[in-house]
């Protein structure tokens, strides 16, 4: 087991104390939706009080460090330091419509050397709120749950894998480039999956319970942990052009390495 860094308690204890009010607003959920208004007004103001809560903690515990918020957007700090990556509720469909799916999830991204801007991610804490998981990583040092060391699947064939992504909706996303990859991808795998939180999907590569991710259309918040993630776990995340940064988020796909080029060439192909 790997000692837990200071710096991944600070991140934990942010992401369990917004967690748990998380976690209380979500009982109130089930009696919302009969409601006239409905519950789509309380559930923002619960991501909003997440959010608040988490960056009151991480601004006491480094307060020169800067944020990159889902909500309040981005918060300027001393440019030589870290700054945060934070969503305060990914799965915010989930959590509207009472479904026990949703994370919180916190990065931490270094400055380049040459202060030429923003370069790698070096920490990383996904919480589920629901089930108590505590997803975390950091650099050189592993993927874990909790105090367990974490893996990506050991599985070699697309047609034992088990897959997952996010679906484009409402104005978000490109319907006609993933239909054409799960078009190509479907036929030839277990099953897709799509759970509606991208950095829990992100994590569930990691440990290993899906084998493959892959989705187009978010933000650095959504994916910035999980990235890092997959990698301590053994596994490759890149855009649909094979090309590796820090954070996909415009293009993520992500798997073990025999996995992740047999759905590369499969995604490529789909997009000629």
């Not at 959920?29 to 991480?58: C, M, N, W």
């Not at 307060?63 to 934070?86: H, M, Q, T, Y």
């Not at 975390?136 to 749950?145: D, F, I, N, S, Y």
């Not at 990691?206 to 990235?227: H, I, M």
């Amino acid at each position: 087991m790997a000692a837990v860094s200071g710096l991944i308690r600070v991140m934990e204890k942010a992401a369990r104390k917004a967690g748990g009010k998380l976690r209380r607003d979500f009982g109130e959920i089930e009696h919302l939706q009969v409601s006239r208004k409905g519950p789509a007004d309380f559930v923002s103001k619960a991501d909003q009080v997440a959010e608040r809560t988490i960056y009151d903690e991480l601004l006491h515990a480094r307060p020169d460090w800067g944020f990159v918020l889902e909500e309040a957007g981005i918060i300027e700090g001393d440019p030589s330091k870290p700054r945060w990556i934070i969503d305060p509720l990914d799965g915010t469909s989930n959590f509207l419509h009472g479904i026990p799916h949703f994370a919180i999830s916190i990065a931490v991204q270094e400055p380049k050397l040459d202060g030429s801007g923003w370069g790698e991610v070096t920490a990383g804490v996904i919480y589920q709120p629901i089930t108590d998981e505590t997803f975390w990583a950091e650099k050189t040092r592993g993927a874990w749950l909790h105090d367990a060391r974490l893996r990506v699947s050991a599985r070699r064939s697309l047609p034992e894998a088990l897959v997952a992504t996010g679906i484009p909706f409402q104005g978000h996303g490109d319907f006609a480039e993933w239909s054409r990859i799960f078009g190509a991808i479907g036929p030839e795998v277990a099953g897709i999956r799509r759970f509606g939180a991208a950095s829990l999907d992100l994590a569930w590569v990691a440990a290993g319970r899906y084998d493959g991710f892959w989705e187009s259309g978010l933000n650095d918040w959504d994916t910035a942990a999980g990235c890092l993630l997959v990698r301590e776990a053994g596994g490759f995340v890149t855009d649909y052009r094979g090309r590796s940064q820090p954070i996909h988020s415009a293009q993520v796909l992500a798997a073990n390495d025999a996995l992740h080029s047999k759905l590369h060439k499969l995604l490529a192909n789909a997009l000629k």
